[in-house]
Nanobody
Framework: VQLQASGGGLVQAGESLRLSCAAS????????MGWFRQAPGKEREFVAG???????????YYANSVKGRFTISRANAGNTAYLRMNNLTPEDTAVYSC????????????????WGQGTEVTVSS
């Protein structure tokens, strides 16, 4: 399975972006998917993650820094995850990477089974 992240770009503060993470190769059967970000000179941050079961979301997590502004979702029979980012600020500038894991705990710890390449988000003030 390969994950392909896309949707990054340059926006102004207050604007929105939607990141996509598409799985290819075979059907993604992992229950947990999420997004990490890493800004220049900073450690990687777990931004959002969720688990799904039977087509429904069973658990959702957001970092405090993005709570209320970002929304994670999954579609396409579970093979695509999205991160809707609203009201972006310059502090959201980072490279965003998606990941998939067999459990939320593994995902949150960064021990994902699959990783996508990063997509860069730049927010100007």
């Amino acid at each position: 399975v390969q994950l392909q992240a896309s949707g990054g770009g340059l926006v102004q503060a207050g604007e929105s972006l939607r990141l996509s993470c598409a799985a290819s190769g075979r059907t993604l059967s992992t229950s947990a998917m999420g997004w990490f970000r890493q800004a220049p000179g900073k450690e990687r941050e777990f931004v959002a993650g969720a688990t799904w079961s039977g087509g429904s979301t069973s658990y959702v997590y957001y970092a405090n820094s993005v709570k209320g502004r970002f929304t994670i979702s999954r579609a396409n029979a579970g093979n695509t995850a999205y991160l809707r980012m609203n009201n972006l600020t310059p502090e959201d500038t980072a490279v965003y990477s998606c990941a998939a894991a067999s459990s939320f705990v593994r995902l949150q710890r960064g021990a994902a089974d699959y990783w996508g390449q990063g997509t860069e988000v730049t927010v100007s003030s």
